[in-house]
C-alpha cells in the first residue's frame, strides 16, 4: 500500500486528454512538499516528466502538465498519441516516514 | 549529460548481502548539491525508494529497511554503492540508482532527473 494514492490504470483515445491523480496526506503533499511526476516505458527507467508540481525538464511536450492543490495533485496528458501508453508514478516526500515516497503507478492505456 | 551504470550479481542467496555499485560519468559524486540515491522496483510492482547519500557522505534511507541498508560513496572512482544485508525473496527486483536534484521547495527535498538502466537482482538458492 503506497502512501501516495493513484488510479491503477486509466485510458483514452488519441487526442483526447486525460488525468492522472495522485492522492496523499497532511505529512506530504499537505504539508507543502512538491510532488514530482515520471514516465515508465515498458522495460525502460522512469524518466523525468513533471518537477516542483507543474514544471517540465526541457524536451518534454507541453502536452504534459502538473497541478497541486491541498493534499492531492494531478497529471494531465492532453492530445493522447499512442507513445503516451506508460505507466505513470507521482513522487513526493513524507516528514512523517523522513523519505522519499512513490504513488503505486498509473497504467495510461491510448484507446 | 549525466550518466549513472549500476553493477553487481545479479543472483544473491537467502541471508546474504546484496551488493551494487553505481558508477557516474559527466559529473562528480562530491561535488555539487545532489542527493545520490537508489530505488527498487519488484516486478510488476511500483517504485521503492531505498535510500541516499549526499555529496557531503550524509545518508538516509527508507524506515523499513534502515537496519539493513548501507550506502558509501568511493569519490576516486565516482562511485556510490549500496548494501542490502539479509535478503530474502522479497528484495528480489530491479534496481536503479539515480541522481536527486533539490526540489527547492525549502524542505531539503528532491526529484530525480537522471536514472540508470537499472540492474535486475534475483534473490534464490
Known amino acids: 500500500q503506497s502512501v501516495l494514492t493513484q488510479p491503477p490504470s486509466v485510458s483514452g483515445a488519441p487526442g483526447q486528454r486525460v488525468t492522472i491523480s495522485c492522492s496523499g496526506s497532511s505529512s506530504n503533499i499537505g504539508a507543502g512538499y512538491d510532488v514530482h511526476w515520471f514516465q515508465q516505458l515498458p522495460g525502460a527507467p522512469p524518466h523525468l516528466l513533471i518537477f516542483?508540481?507543474?514544471n517540465r525538464p526541457s524536451g518534454v511536450p507541453d502536452r504534459f502538465s502538473g497541478s497541486k492543490s491541498g493534499t492531492s495533485a494531478s497529471l494531465a496528458i492532453t492530445g493522447l498519441q499512442a507513445e503516451d501508453e506508460a505507466d505513470y508514478y507521482c513522487q513526493s516526500y513524507d516528514s512523517s516516514l523522513s523519505g522519499v515516497i512513490f504513488g503505486g503507478g498509473t497504467q495510461l492505456t491510448v484507446l | 549529460q549525466v550518466q549513472l551504470q549500476e553493477s553487481g550479481p545479479g543472483l544473491v542467496k537467502p541471508s546474504q548481502t546484496l551488493s551494487l555499485t553505481c558508477t557516474v560519468s559527466?559529473?562528480?559524486?562530491?561535488?555539487?548539491?545532489?542527493?545520490w540515491s537508489w530505488i527498487r522496483q519488484p516486478a510488476g510492482k511500483g517504485l521503492e525508494w531505498i535510500g541516499r547519500i549526499y555529496t557531503s557522505g550524509s545518508t538516509n534511507s527508507h524506515a523499513s529497511l534502515k537496519s539493513r541498508v548501507t550506502i558509501s560513496m568511493d569519490t576516486s572512482n565516482n562511485q556510490f554503492s549500496l548494501k542490502l544485508s539479509s535478503v530474502t525473496a522479497a528484495d528480489t527486483a530491479v534496481y536503479y540508482c539515480a541522481r536527486g536534484r533539490p526540489a527547492g521547495d525549502g524542505y531539503n527535498t528532491y526529484y530525480f532527473d537522471y536514472w540508470g538502466q537499472g540492474i535486475r537482482v534475483t534473490v534464490s538458492s
Open positions: 559527466n559529473g562528480s559524486v562530491s561535488i555539487g548539491d545532489y542527493y
Open positions: 516542483n508540481n507543474n
